[in-house]
């Protein structure tokens, strides 16, 4: 925990830096495919700083996160197997070094996409669910590139700009209340949208 800490406190300082936009890239990027803090406690820093640029940050955060989840489908695709269900080195660097990675948690994922498909990407992509145990895992399993693409862009967009807009209108007054509840705000926003859709397919 006090290594996480670290880099937490360590992403934070960029806000206070020109360099705040750039790291915001990079780090948005970075989670999507191998590190462990998610970007969105810079994104607020940086909206607080900047709140006419709040909807920019927002996009800088989306397309670094498709680009990084894009990257993240290609370790899978590409560099996980090493043979017929053999893991690869970097697999199995991945499985010891790095946070959410176990070799449990990635066959679960391979039953969540067979019975999920859209949906699970999306969730994992808006919520607090280790987004790239899910980028590395479809890319392995070959999960249709298209929808992971779609699935990804509507989520991680969906995710940054409700934070940078609730940033961007209530300031500093919601930056705590975020900062506290931000994961139980995006499991139920993730609920009651799932439970819409299967509301409407019901009543139609």
């Known amino acids: 925990m006090k290594i996480i800490r670290r880099l937490y406190d360590w992403m934070l300082h960029w806000a206070e830096t020109p ?3 750039i790291a915001l890239f990079i780090l948005s990027f970075a989670e999507a495919s191998f590190f462990p803090i998610p970007p969105d406690a810079l994104l607020i820093a940086l909206v607080l700083g900047l709140r006419k640029k709040a909807f920019k940050f927002a996009a800088i955060c989306t ?71 899910f980028t590395v895992s479809g890319g392995a ?16 967009a969906g995710r940054f700009f409700l934070v940078a807009g609730l940033i961007w209108k209530y ?29 409407i397919k019901y009543l139609l």
């Open 63 to 133: 397309i670094a996160s498709v680009l990084g989840a894009l990257f993240g489908y290609g370790i899978g695709h590409y560099l996980w197997w090493n043979g017929a269900n053999e893991f690869s080195p970097l697999a199995n660097f991945f499985f010891n070094n790095i946070p959410g990675f176990t070799h449990t948690i990635f066959y679960d994922v391979k039953s969540l996409y067979d019975e999920w498909n859209f949906w699970i990407i999306f969730t994992a992509g808006f919520t607090p669910i280790p987004y790239k145990v």
């Open 171 to 199: 300031g500093d007054q919601i930056k705590s209340f975020i900062d506290k509840y931000f994961n139980w705000l995006a499991v139920a926003f993730t609920v009651l949208l799932i439970g819409g859709f299967v509301l």
């Open 19 to 21: 360099y705040g936009p």
């Open 141 to 156: 399993f070959e999960i249709n590139l298209v929808m992971f693409i779609i699935a990804s862009i509507i989520s991680r």
